[in-house]
């Protein structure tokens, strides 16, 4: 029952940490970290009702920052990520007729759409910047492309050979530009390191409470870098959607 909110994940075994007893930083309309604040779109479903919100919280303390404000459909996201580069942000995000998908640079600090780029034609599971600032998506049937964020071209690296059917998160370590995949279907759930260059997935291993990871990103390191390099991370903070319910997972996601 207190599933929800932020966690950390190590990148090698699973073992998940408590950073937050806030139930409410749900990350299941996208999710972002910049500047010592974590940005959420937040969004639920209970009985027929739409709760649309966006809203910031102090990575220090995880308590509310600024928001919630209320937000339309098409603030809702399946997937975002922060260029610290360009102190950006974009993603994916249903499109106001709620029958696809658009490519949108987001205006993190003022919680709206700064641009649409251009439809899309499949949902992005995840998507996440490199440490040259190459922004790299994997739709859910498992493909991985590198996107042009001024036409948001796609050009197909390859097949991970895993899909995700339901909400998860993707992010790269910008010390190793490995990738860190989170894919969910009925059947599996978890977590996979993915090589940016070729596409090739390795399961790392499984979200044994069948997790669905949200808004996930690297935490910056407070480490002396080796030789000017960025220091080595060793742990991935996540916020995932849902309830466990029965030992399953419950979530609402528009779709």
Known sequence: NNAQG???YSTTEWNPTRLSI???????GGGLEANGKYYVNRYREVMGFEEIATLNYLTSTWKIYDGPYN???DYVATTMAYNPLRDEAYGCFINAERNGYNFVRWNYDRFLPSATICALERPWS????????????????????????????MTLIGS?????????????????????????????YGLYSVDITTAKATKIYDLINEEQLCGMYIPVTAEEPAEGAPAKISSVSTSFSGTSLNGKISFYSPR
């Open 6 to 8: 932020m966690w950390s």
């Open 160 to 188: 991970t050979g895993v899909e995700s059917t339901y909400i998860g998160d993707a992010t790269i370590d910008p010390a190793t530009d490995t990738m860190y995949w989170c894919a969910t279907t009925d059947t599996n």
């Open 22 to 28: 806030d139930p409410e930083i749900l990350a299941t």
């Open 71 to 73: 937000g339309n459909i």
């Open 126 to 153: 995840g998507c996440a910047f490199s440490s040259n600032g190459t922004l790299y998506a994997i739709e859910r049937n498992g493909d991985l492309y590198s996107v042009d964020i001024k036409t948001g071209a």
